[in-house]
């Protein structure tokens, strides 16, 4: 457990891992393979399966893919840990009430994963006080990882209160944090910093909208006899499953500015910021309220050679009207955000 707080504050980053499926919606377990493997070799230091990217519909009974691809996904991150001696933190995605999501943590747990990504989306009408028990109960299998979900996509609000007091349970390693809201992102970081317990529990960013600004920022708050200074350690989030060197990179060079450089590029930095939010929205299919945001992942995949195809396993969603054009265009407007010459370097090693 030292292990893996000490790795999450130091700070990583986390790509919400895709679902790789054949044209005929089954599970492609070599490419999903390799997309595990691109992950490690782009400098990942964790990854999340079972997460929004992989498709919640894996947990369907007819479906039957959630304890199967975390077991690939497990298999195939020891084996480049063997190949490497690098460490790669390995969350579970963990959602539903309070019964299927201890189902699924002891599942994660039995199969070896570190933390449980726990999604509290399904309790929407849930008090205080029932969500913090509903916790507590799925702390006591797994270590979690706090998820602050925006509600455009399935989440509710979570007030500072609440933050407050789930970080008084003892098994929490870390929180992402992904209102894509200032005001409530900062609800989180305050309630970190009044618990004292910044140097236990690690901050990562899931606002896409706000990437190089969350990893960037500082929040300080000042009592009578001290101050206590948090930040986001890194990020855990669906953009970071494609163009993953790139994210490696981002965050070595944020890193950099801030614990060695005295901050002296950050405002080179801080200029691609709106350069990364345009493709973000792009590829999330903002405009539509995310509705191919899944499917403009792929696409990128895809055109790496990652994928065989853009499918999900609902056969009605895929990219929206305009949403491949927008992918053209930041492909052309941005070229330095990509990683393809790193794919096309690895890929024949990680498809085979």
């Known amino acids: 457990m030292k292990m893996i707080r000490e790795i999450l504050l130091e700070g ?32 990942s230091g964790g990854i999340a399966v079972g997460v929004h990217t992989t498709q919640f519909a894996i947990r369907e009974p007819k479906i039957g893919l959630f304890e199967p691809v975390l077991q690939l996904a497990m298999a195939t991150a020891r084996s480049f840990e063997a190949e490497s001696g690098k460490r790669i933190v390995k969350i579970a995605g963990v959602c ?21 990504l726990l999604s509290l989306a399904a309790l929407r009408d849930a008090t205080n006080n029932e969500l913090i028990e509903h ?10 990882f706090g998820f602050y979900l925006q509600p455009a996509v399935g989440g509710r609000l979570l007030d500072f209160s609440f933050w407050r007091e789930f970080l008084e349970i003892e098994n929490v390693v870390a929180i992402k944090v992904a209102p894509f809201n200032r005001y409530q992102t900062l609800d989180v970081a305050r309630a970190l910093a009044e618990s004292g317990r910044h140097n236990e529990v690690a901050l990562y960013t899931g606002n896409d909208d706000n990437i190089v600004a969350d990893l960037l920022s500082e929040f300080r708050f000042n009592k009578p006899d001290k101050s206590i200074t948090v930040d986001f350690a ?96 930041i492909y052309s407007t941005y070229p330095h955000l990509n990683d393809d010459e790193f794919v096309a370097q690895g890929i024949e090693q990680w498809l085979g």
């Open 12 to 43: 990583i980053v986390i790509p919400a891992h895709p679902l790789a499926l054949t044209r005929d919606l089954k599970l492609d377990e070599r490419r999903q393979k390799a997309l595990t493997r691109y992950y490690c070799h782009a400098g």
């Open 96 to 116: 539903g009430a309070t019964a299927q999501a201890a189902g699924e943590a002891m599942l994660a747990r039995d199969i070896g994963y570190d933390a449980g």
């Open 135 to 144: 916790c507590r109960r799925v702390a006591e299998i797994i270590p979690i």
């Open 234 to 329: 890194g990020g855990l989030l669906g953009h970071w499953a494609v163009w993953t060197r790139r994210a490696v990179q981002l965050l070595e060079s944020i890193r950099q500015c801030k614990k060695k450089n005295g901050g002296a590029n950050a405002f080179s930095i801080l200029a691609g910021s709106a350069e990364i939010t345009d493709s973000n929205a792009v590829l999330f299919d903002a405009k539509n309220n995310f509705a191919g945001c899944i499917a403009g992942l792929h696409e990128v995949l895809r055109r790496q050679g990652l994928m065989a195809g853009r499918q999900c396993l609902d056969p009605n969603e895929d990219l929206s009207p305009g949403q491949m054009e927008e992918i053209d265009r």
